[in-house]
């Protein structure tokens, strides 16, 4: 059997801001291909989680390694494709077409003098094809409708060919209907290309059937291999502090 | 009338060293405008203010001590913003009343309360010797050379700095290198634009070049016309009015400012 390295590895995870905790030894691994989501109720501490996997909190204590790296050592960053919580809320006026933004995630692979390459330019075709944004290359952003701007961001994260997508909230922005469709992209992208997916969401009812592992995140982090044991009423009510009952209302609109 | 304009040397070397101070500063500007360092170029510009009172009293070359000085200050905002999330608009208020009454002492106590300083003050097209002019290009060709190269990566910075350090760019270097750039070329411009009104020529460009919402490249260049335009129309304006040369640029490119801003009104 092949000996296989996590991408992340945590250990003992602490976070606390003036000597409160917001999160409290969290410990997980996460392998290549996996396809990963995290729920936890408003301030539980998922996007301080996911941030300090990138390195822009500090954790209080604890070790994050990537790739086998302790994570100050890690220098392949390229690998990994971040799209942070509200990242469609671009400021109207900032001066970018589609292209500008998906090019953005060439940046740091091209050389400092070196020319966007033809090897850059398929790297950008092939995330803009992907995303479904190729017809909108030469519109302004900033005009753009949220769903629209959020797959462009996510066109960004993969212009880099990431080995890992991290995603904030991906979802909002894109209206009910398409939420379903919205994932089930997500979904090939960890199928046919091999990404692994890690995301944050509130939908839990819309991703239910498909995810393979579920974090939840309230201070504390609970890893479930079984999500739809997870999403029993019990958990739910202990981990949001209401009566999931609610929640379950929700799951039957879709 | 503009042949007898350029028979003048004085108009020459000012034309000259205009031309290099629109480059650079449209060029820097859009970087300010996108990271909303706006008030960075106006502290820094009266830092710049500092090191021309120390040259004008201790008799060194007040353009190189403008550089010096704006440079330190560049740095230690940076670094206030860095180390300590310590950058506000009231922290950058307190650094350039500060600096500009500390140029103001220097000044009084040595003397030099003159039309020199009036003219580093507003810019003037009568003072650009042939050495300001070698010292403009020499440190305008770096500063041109270090945005050159960094463009992308700044664009970048400015669109989303926390996504530019995941995605692997060296973000806190390139915040010195831009800050740092930015100091130089404040610094060289006050020659022909003065401390008071520097800010406005790196920001006004950029701001009306917005206004038409098209994308980097474009935006880029159009802020490069437009600055370009205003220097040559205030140096022009300046010389046969015999008028301040940065408040006539300042005109002017407020001119093109309400011009875009009407232009593109929706
Ligand atoms: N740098 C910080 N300084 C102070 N408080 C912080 C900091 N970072 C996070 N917090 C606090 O940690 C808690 C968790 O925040 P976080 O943004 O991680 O929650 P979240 O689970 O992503 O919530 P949401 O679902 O609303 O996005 C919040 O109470 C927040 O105020
Ligand atoms: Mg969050």
Redesign the interface.
């Known amino acids: 059997m092949k000996f296989k390295v996590p991408i992340f590895d945590v250990k003992n995870l602490n976070f606390s801001v003036k000597g409160q905790s917001i999160l409290s030894n969290i410990s997980f691994e996460i392998f290549a291909e996996e396809y990963i989501a995290i729920i936890g109720p408003n301030g539980g501490g998922k996007t301080t989680l996911i941030r300090m996997l990138l390195g822009l909190d500090k954790p209080t204590n604890g070790n994050i390694k990537i790739y086998g790296k302790k994570l100050e050592d890690f220098k392949d960053w390229y690998k990994i494709g971040y799209v942070p919580q509200r990242a469609s809320l671009v400021d109207s006026s900032f001066p970018a077409t589609v292209l500008d933004i998906v090019k953005m995630g060439r940046t740091s692979q091209r050389g400092f003098f070196s020319s966007f390459s033809e090897e850059d330019k398929q790297f950008v075709q092939d995330a803009m094809a992907k995303m479904d944004v190729l017809d909108l290359s030469d519109k302004m952003v900033g005009m753009l409708s949220g769903g629209q701007r959020q797959r462009v961001m996510i066109a960004r994260a993969l212009a880099s060919k990431p080995k890992i997508l991290i995603l904030d909230e991906p979802n909002t922005g894109v209206d009910m209907v398409s939420q379903k469709s919205f994932y089930a992209l997500l979904r090939q992208l960890n199928k046919d290309d091999g990404i692994t997916i890690v995301f944050i969401t509130h939908d839990i009812g819309v991703i239910a059937d498909d995810i393979a592992r579920l974090f939840t995140i309230n201070q504390k982090a609970t890893i479930c291999n079984n999500p739809k044991q997870a999403l029993s009423c019990q958990e739910m009510s202990e981990l949001y502090g209401i009566d999931a009952h609610l929640l379950h209302v929700h799951k039957h609109e879709h | 009338m503009l042949i007898e304009m350029f028979s003048y040397d004085f108009m020459q070397r000012a034309f000259l060293a205009g031309i290099i101070i629109a480059i650079l500063a449209s060029l820097s500007g859009t970087f300010v405008v996108?990271r909303r360092y706006s008030m960075i170029s106006e502290t820094l510009a009266h830092s710049a203010l500092v090191g021309v009172a120390v040259g004008l009293v201790a008799g060194y070359n007040p353009l190189w001590m403008a550089v010096v000085f704006a440079i330190i200050s560049a740095w230690l905002i940076e670094y206030l913003r860095s180390a300590f999330s310590l950058y506000s608009d009231s922290v950058l208020a307190i650094m350039l009343s500060g600096s500009l009454a500390v140029a103001v002492i220097i000044v009084s106590l040595g003397g030099a309360f003159n039309n020199s300083l009036f003219s580093y003050l507003f810019g003037s097209i009568l003072s650009v010797s042939i050495e300001d002019v070698i010292t403009i290009a020499a440190f305008g060709s770096i500063a041109l050379v270090m945005l050159l190269?960094?463009s992308?990566?700044l664009?970048?910075i400015a669109?989303?700095e926390?996504?530019?350090?995941?995605?692997?760019?060296k973000v806190k270097f390139l915040n010195f290198l831009l800050v740092s750039v930015v100091a130089i070329i404040i610094a060289l411009s006050i020659r022909i634009v003065g401390t008071l009104l520097i800010g406005a020529l790196m920001v006004i460009p950029t701001v009306s070049?917005?206004q038409f919402?098209?994308?980097?490249l474009?935006?880029v260049i159009i802020s490069l016309i437009f600055a370009l335009a205003s220097v040559s129309a205030g140096m022009t304006l300046s010389f046969y009015f015999s008028l301040p040369s940065g408040a006539t640029i300042v005109l002017c490119v407020l001119f093109i400012f309400i011009v875009s801003l009407i232009a593109n009104r929706r």
């Not at chain 2, 919402?213 to 980097?216: I, Q, S, T």
Request: no cysteine.
């Open positions: 996108l190269i960094f992308k990566e664009y970048f669109y989303d926390e996504v530019a350090k995941t995605s692997g760019v070049a917005l919402r098209v994308g980097f474009k935006t």
